[in-house]
């Protein structure tokens, strides 16, 4: 068990999703925790906060709410008295679900008639007014997202977005409200509790907002949100005393190794990222999907060229490529089929690369990290200081701990994959 009781629990829809909020908390002070599924013992490392990453976004509604209060029951052994449910800061989702009916289940399960859902995060030009919700200048429904393959959003207004999802009664907590700060929230929540909303969109179009909303949720059991609605939490516990104040919370354990880059995500910045180290002649091995296909030996032609240089300088593997190309494979393979090809390559190299003393890892791609997680047989991660925004260093837990940066597509700055070995090194020298 831990030696003092978790004080908040998160459950998020998605993997990368929740190492974003994991790194909001810790930026705010909070020792975090982030588990890949729900651990099936207890966590036996200290931490004030911790975020069980599920999959649970586009999958059966039925499906979505088992994980999530399987999920809520392991947080509540923990000794959390508050939880928080991440969603992503589009709102992805769709008529069926599963925003709302997930966000039903746990009030039920923790007996609470009301909670907040406010998925702004005005650092990264989401913000919600009038119950719309804006990416950048545009409404959320001419943002690009009206296209997404899986949850196109076709509607700005999440108030009539998350009714089409419950019938929990949805309001608004109006701006007008959140501005004038917390007790002009608190008497907003009390009349729409008398009018019987059960869920609330929040306006929030600041980072001050959020701040706002967060002290006045203080005593909420549930919060559900993006990573932006968290920005306000770790200064409640705070105040309360529950926080000590002097602590490291970014500190993790020394990883000795070599170190390798492994790169599955075909989106813009990555793209960047992978050029940018090979204009810089730095060692890159390309995965080709088709030669995979034809049953060539790729993974054993990668784990040769990283015997020729990992002695002496990382290795990046990497199968990003431009969106004519990824067309051209997919419409060959099937999208499905050659998106796993890839993956169960990478994974491959990755437990390969492990065998031969790799411990650093830096990973680019949402559904790629899974792989690679998964196959290094990672349950838990520590979450430590910042690499780029929503991308924090992390250490695996347990025997033979690996250090790990996983990337969702279009994090971090051109020189991302640098970048973040050279902090896993700083971070192994301060230890010695
Ligand atoms: P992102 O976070 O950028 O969306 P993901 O890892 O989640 O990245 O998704 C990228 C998907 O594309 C993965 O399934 C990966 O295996 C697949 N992929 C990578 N390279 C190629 C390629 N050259 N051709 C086809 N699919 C690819």
Redesign the pocket.
Known sequence: MTSSPVLLGCIADDF?GATDLANMLVRGGMRTVQTIGVPRAPLDTPAQAVVVALKSRTVPRGEAIAESLAALAWLKSLGCKQFYFKYCSTFDSTDAGNIGPVADALMRELNTPFAIACPAFPENGRTVYRGNLFVGDLPLNESGMQNHPLTPMIDANLVRVLQRQTPTKVGLLRYDAVQRGVEAIAAARAALLEQGVGLAIADAISDQDLYTLGAACADDVLLTGGSGLALGLPGNFARAGLLPAAEDTEQLPAVDGLAAVL?????R??QAQVEHWRSNGRPAFR???LALFAGEAVVDQAIAFAGQHLGREPVLF????APE??AA??KQ?G?AA??????QA?ASIARRLRGAGVRHFVV????????VVNALGVEALCIGPQIDPGVPCTVSLGASPLALAL????FGTVDFFSKALKLFKQLQELRR
């Not at 050659?338 to 993956?343: A, C, I, R």
């Not at 680019?364 to 792989?371: I, Y």
């Not at 990337?407 to 279009?410: A, E, L, R, T």
């Open positions: 990368t790169s599955g995500s075909c989106s910045a990555t995965i080709d999907p990497y199968a990003t490529s190309e990824v494979v997919q393979l999208s050659s998106g796993d090809l890839v993956e990478l680019a791609g949402g559904e790629t990290s899974g792989a990337k969702s597509g279009n």
